[in-house]
Nanobody, 130 residues
Framework: EEELVEYGGGLVQTGGSLRLSCVAS????????IGWVRQVPGKERDGVAC????????DYHNSVKGRFTISSDDLKNTVYLQMDSLKPEDTAVYYCVAGPDCGVYADFTGRRYYHNMNRWGQGTQVTVSS
């Protein structure tokens, strides 16, 4: 069955870097999108970044633009999230998500939704200390 597994979470100091990996298995179609969504306890999930495999277009949450980079290695069936200049507010559980399309929607609060995602990884904890 289709499965997403995240790796790379951990503890890092403010200004540090961390690289997350998402390994996708069991997907039969090459045309799908993979993104990263994060959640802080007590808050709603918020889209971080997403990449459309069909044209390699990318979406980023405004708060991570210039600091995070999403990329895809199709041969390895892996999507990466390179996180630089990390801030304490980046602390969250990060989930790898996949679906037919990123389906980006930003509400009036600035929170992003990747509402077309239908597969979720188990999540990996990212903690940024101050």
């Amino acid at each position: 069955e289709e499965e997403l597994v995240e790796y790379g979470g951990g503890l890092v100091q403010t200004g540090g870097s961390l690289r997350l990996s998402c390994v996708a298995s069991g997907f039969t179609s090459v045309d799908y999108a993979i993104g990263w969504v994060r959640q802080v306890p007590g808050k709603e999930r918020d889209g971080v970044a997403c990449i459309w495999r069909r044209d390699r277009s990318i979406d980023y949450h405004n708060s991570v633009k210039g600091r995070f980079t999403i990329s895809s290695d199709d041969l390895k069936n892996t999507v990466y999230l390179q996180m630089d200049s990390l801030k304490p507010e980046d602390t969250a559980v990060y989930y790898c998500v996949a679906g037919p399309d990123c389906g980006v929607y930003a509400d009036f609060t600035g929170r992003r939704y990747y509402h077309n995602m239908n597969r979720w990884g188990q999540g990996t904890q990212v903690t940024v200390s101050s």
